[in-house]
């Protein structure tokens, strides 16, 4: 039984670009969380995704970023413009019931983004 | 201040030692979760708790919730168990984890 994928593991691009990172949960897993690690910081919570829905992007800054998780396929962070300062560890993890606090959120493996 | 706080921030041990690393938060949680960053990045749970104690292997975590407290032992540690433990909680009636800033473990042989 795979863990949580991500891809890619290591991505880098120039300012202004675009950054799509992709997260496959553990098989038979349905809630999706998405978390950012910036340099010499703790996690921080960005985003909760059921299929096809939006649970909660409170975490999520206001522009340039967003999230989805299709009926079919990994879901996906998406930046757009990145600047500098979007340079950061992001990780997905997955769990397979609620999403309350008791379950155990499995993690992947990561994505570094560098922004040149 | 943050709402999840660890200690020691950096920690480094000799082969054998018992390391304790503790965690203190100041909200009411569902649950509390031990985690560990490997030197490569990827992160793995550790334990759950809500409540008491558990064990596996060699390590052990405690959690008092009255003083919204927990614990992370290892005993008779081991080079390999150099990483950085997070902490992180669940707060009440929520998904979200706050994370603490890790406490970064060197264990030398």
């Known amino acids: 039984n795979a863990g949580v994928m991500q891809n890619p593991r290591h991505l880098v691009r120039r300012r202004g670009q675009e950054a799509r990172l992709r997260c496959s949960p553990m098989k038979g897993h349905s809630h999706v969380y998405w978390y950012r690690q910036l340099p010499e910081e703790g996690l921080k919570f960005m985003v909760y995704?059921?299929?096809?829905?939006?649970?909660?992007e409170s975490g999520m800054p206001k522009e340039r970023f967003s999230a989805e998780f299709p009926k079919e396929g990994p879901s996906i962070l998406r930046i757009q413009q990145v600047v500098r300062g979007d340079s950061a560890a992001y990780f997905c993890?997955?769990?397979?019931?609620?999403?309350?606090?008791?379950?155990?959120?499995?993690f992947g493996p990561g994505t570094r983004l560098t922004v040149l | 201040k943050n709402e999840v706080e660890q200690s020691p921030q950096n920690l480094t041990a000799q082969e054998g030692e018992f390391i304790t690393i503790n965690c203190s938060y100041s909200?009411?949680?569902?649950?509390l979760h031990w985690l560990q960053q490997h030197p490569g990045g990827g992160i793995v749970s550790l334990f759950m708790l809500s409540s008491g104690k558990k064990k596996h292997g060699r390590l052990i975590a405690t959690i008092n919730i009255q003083e919204k407290h927990s614990s992370l032992h290892i005993t008779a540690s081991h080079p390999r168990d150099s990483a950085v433990y997070i902490c992180a909680v669940a707060a009440s009636g929520t998904y979200k984890y706050i994370f603490g800033t890790g406490t970064r473990l060197k264990v030398l042989a």
């Open positions: 995704l059921q299929k096809e829905n939006i649970i909660d």
């Open positions: 909200v009411g949680i569902s649950a």
């Open positions: 993890a997955s769990s397979p019931l609620t999403g309350w606090g008791t379950d155990t959120q499995y």
